[in-house]
């Protein structure tokens, strides 16, 4: 911390004497400037306490020499008595007061070198303070990012060295970590400032915080930000930690792109009736599998949800193998976690889990879940068991894709009719195929005439050049409403 005028006040050897400006007295000082120039703006940069004996200043008014002191951002001035002065003018007394500078007395007897060699001996020490705290900070952050422990660790620490909130975000703007957990609010706040941060570091202010935001890594791996007010030695620890991070996050995508990559060549061999040699191989490397039966889920979705479902079962799940498996996630897991990992869709979007009974063969109830799965995308359920999807009869038995195109073809002229606002033949074919073709029940069901209904029929055969008395035709054209009901 830098010395400020009330410590430099305080030092009694010095002598010094307030005489004007106390309530501002707890600025710091950057340097001491000594100068009998009239004007000596040019030569400040903001920050200086200002030494003078008043050599120039007679013949103008105070007030107008401490208006430009005031605008040059002088920290405050000490006028030295004694000399060509007695007293302290108290011209400049009244008009440093009105302008809320401190004016502070410097007797005879206290030369100037002296204040100087103060506040510089307390600049030397602050820096010397920040260098140690700097070094400190390093190493503590450098032996957290080099454990096992991820990079929470790593934020958890930051936050603690320069006492302020810390945000790990990923790639798209969202939270990944946050210490202290409250600190998560300001996520959201931050999206729109993300996209000027693709390089580099910006402050920004989110919530009356000053956050400073800092891009991780050369390919847009995530973001940091640290909100609260950061001196020199807090932004060197800030840099450090975002270049740990960097090198962390780097780390952290090779070796999951390789576990990735192990764990769908583990999933071939199990599938492909190798479970021995599999089971044997995953133990060691990734935890002990449940002993059979298992539970099999096949969980299926697009990229974003599949590795969504990826990166909450890696931390959710402990008894359980899973793998990316062409376009799905294969789970194999106790009953209990085949439950937990049946619930995943309800929290991502885009998500669909199938469930296989409990079986001894992974083979067997991989392609009873991957059938479940492909029912409930279809169906847009968030899951559906093999057991109900079977239930389904010899819909249940079809390729979905394919069943889905035959109701499209069969059912277009249809439906393309009925889009004209012409009729409702698609509806009365339905109530008239579940009423096993009794012309009253389904006429009385739709709120027809029954010749109304004839005549709808008619046009269905004519447009679909199909003979609706054929019971091939009528399975046929229930199959294709099954299919595609909306």
Not at 286 to 297: K, R
Not at 331 to 341: E, I, N, P, Y
Request: contains cysteine; proline residues 6%.
């Amino acid at each position: 911390m830098a010395l400020t005028l009330r410590e430099l006040a305080g030092q009694g050897p010095l002598g010094l004497r307030v005489l004007a400006g106390e309530p501002a007295l707890d600025r710091e000082i950057a340097w001491v400037h000594p100068t009998e120039l009239a004007d000596p703006t040019a030569f400040l940069d903001g920050g200086e306490l200002l030494l003078t004996t008043g050599l120039t200043i007679e013949g103008e008014p105070a007030a107008d020499y401490v208006g430009r002191l005031v605008a040059a951002g002088v920290t405050g001035v000490g006028f030295g008595t004694g000399l060509s002065h007695d007293e302290v003018p108290p011209a400049l007394v009244g008009a440093a007061a009105t302008a809320g500078l401190p004016l502070l007395e410097v007797p005879r007897q206290t030369p100037f070198i002296a204040i100087t060699k103060a506040v510089s001996a307390a600049v030397a020490a602050d820096e010397y303070a920040a260098l140690v705290r700097t070094g400190k900070g390093q190493q503590e952050l450098t032996r957290a990012a080099l454990g096992r422990r991820g990079p929470g660790v790593l934020v958890r620490r930051l936050a603690r060295l320069v006492d302020a909130w810390v945000l790990l975000l990923d790639p798209a703007g969202a939270v990944r970590e946050a210490a202290p957990g409250s600190a998560r609010s300001a996520g959201p706040a931050l999206g729109a400032e993300l996209a000027a941060v693709r390089a580099g570091s910006r402050v920004v202010t989110v919530h009356g915080d000053e956050v400073l935001l800092q891009a991780l890594g050369t390919r847009g791996r995530g973001f940091l930000a640290v909100g609260g007010r950061l001196g020199p030695a807090e932004r060197h620890i800030v840099t450090t930690a975002a270049a740990l991070l960097s090198l962390s996050l780097e780390r952290d995508r090779a070796h999951g792109r390789t576990l990735r990559g192990l764990r769908t060549g583990l999933a071939g061999l199990l599938l492909a009736g190798q479970a021995e040699l599999a089971l044997a191989t995953i133990e060691p490397v990734f935890g002990a599998v449940p002993a059979p039966p298992w539970s099999v889920v096949v969980l299926a979705g697009g990229a974003r949800a599949r590795a969504a479902a990826v990166e909450a079962l890696e931390t959710e799940f402990e008894r359980a193998f899973f793998a990316e498996y062409g376009a799905a996630v294969l789970v194999l897991a106790d009953g209990r976690g085949g439950a937990r990992a049946a619930e995943l869709p309800s929290r991502i979007a885009g998500l669909h889990a199938g469930v296989a009974p409990s079986t001894t063969d992974p083979t067997v109830g991989y392609r009873q879940a991957e059938q479940a799965a492909e029912a409930a995308r279809a169906a847009r359920k968030p899951v559906v068991r093999f057991a109900e999807h079977a239930a389904g009869g010899l819909l249940g038995l079809l390729d979905p894709a394919a069943a889905r195109a035959f109701a499209d073809e069969a059912l277009a002229p249809l439906r393309r009719h009925d889009e004209t606002g012409r009729g409702q033949l698609v509806t009365s074919l339905r109530c008239w195929l579940e009423h096993n073709g009794h012309w009253d029940l389904a006429a009385s069901r739709l709120g027809v005439h029954r010749h109304t209904l004839r005549n709808r029929m008619a046009k269905v055969e004519r447009l679909t050049g199909r003979d609706l008395d054929a019971p091939g035709t009528r399975a046929e054209l229930w199959l294709a409403l099954q299919a595609h009901p909306s």
